[in-house]
């Protein structure tokens, strides 16, 4: 009897826990935790009693795209600063009927022409001016403050020269000097028999004796003159002559001679 006791109770059993099973309220599933997003959690409250809460830690900085530095751009170039001219100083603007000659003061180049001497000291220099095919020109030259033009002309014929000469006469002598100029040929002397001036397209006879140290001069239309070096120096003579006679025949082909 025991033994069927036990088997209805544990039937019994069996039954009410099945129906425990059935009946009773099942637990709703705890839905997954989300993963944690990159936001930063708020910064709680402070405490209370003033006591600092701990920072939050910031975000990692986006860096930013540098921008382009612009190009640099040169700086104009400065011009060159004007030649001023000193106030008290002289400028002179130099020209010649012959382009491209060649300048020089005190010995100095200047340039070719034309051509402008600037800032020169007031007072007297050397001019020398050349060009090929023409003779130099040399000279001294006044400088005032200020500018002034200058023409050079080497086509027009220049002549200032002079020699210490004396004439013989048929009966004794007499000294004097030979002068030439574009405008002629003169003699200067005390003996007021022998004194001439003429022009050198009227001089009949010019002709230099280097052995016998003599230069024969006969005006047209008029008397012969014999002249001789002081000290018997035929250079001299020579010289005198030589310039003369290349003046004589560039007036004879048509130069213009020289006002000045």
């Not at 033009?149 to 009966?171: G, P, Q, S, W, Y």
């Amino acid at each position: 009897m025991s033994s069927r006791v036990l088997a209805i109770a544990a039937i019994c059993a069996v039954a009410a826990i099945g129906a425990a099973f059935v009946f009773l309220p099942r637990r709703a599933p705890v839905p997954a935790e989300a993963p944690a997003t990159d936001a930063p959690a708020a910064s709680p409250a402070p405490a209370a009693g003033g006591a600092a809460a701990p920072e939050a830690s910031a975000a990692p900085a986006v860096p930013r795209p540098r921008a382009a530095r612009p190009e640099a751009v040169p700086a104009p170039a400065e011009a060159a600063p004007a030649v001023v001219e000193a106030p008290d100083a002289g400028t002179l603007r130099i020209e010649s009927d012959v382009p491209g000659a060649q300048v020089f003061i005190d010995r100095q180049f200047i340039g070719t022409t034309p051509v402008t001497a600037a800032n020169l000291k007031p007072g007297t220099h050397q001019l020398n001016v050349s060009a090929e095919g023409f003779d130099g020109v040399a000279r001294p030259i006044d400088v005032e403050a200020g500018s002034r033009d200058l023409m050079i002309r080497f086509k027009e014929v220049r002549l200032d020269t002079r020699v210490a000469v004396v004439h013989k006469h048929r009966m004794g002598s007499c000294k004097g000097e030979l002068v030439a100029t574009p405008q002629g040929l003169q003699y200067t002397t005390d003996d007021k028999e022998d004194r001439f001036a003429v022009a050198l397209a009227d001089l009949e006879q010019f002709q230099v004796d280097y052995q016998e140290k003599n230069l024969k001069v006969k005006v047209r239309r008029g008397k012969q003159y014999n002249f001789t070096d002081p000290d018997g120096n035929a250079d001299r003579l020579f010289v005198f002559h030589r310039d003369v006679d290349k003046a004589r025949q560039r007036i004879a082909s048509g130069d213009r001679p020289a006002s000045d």
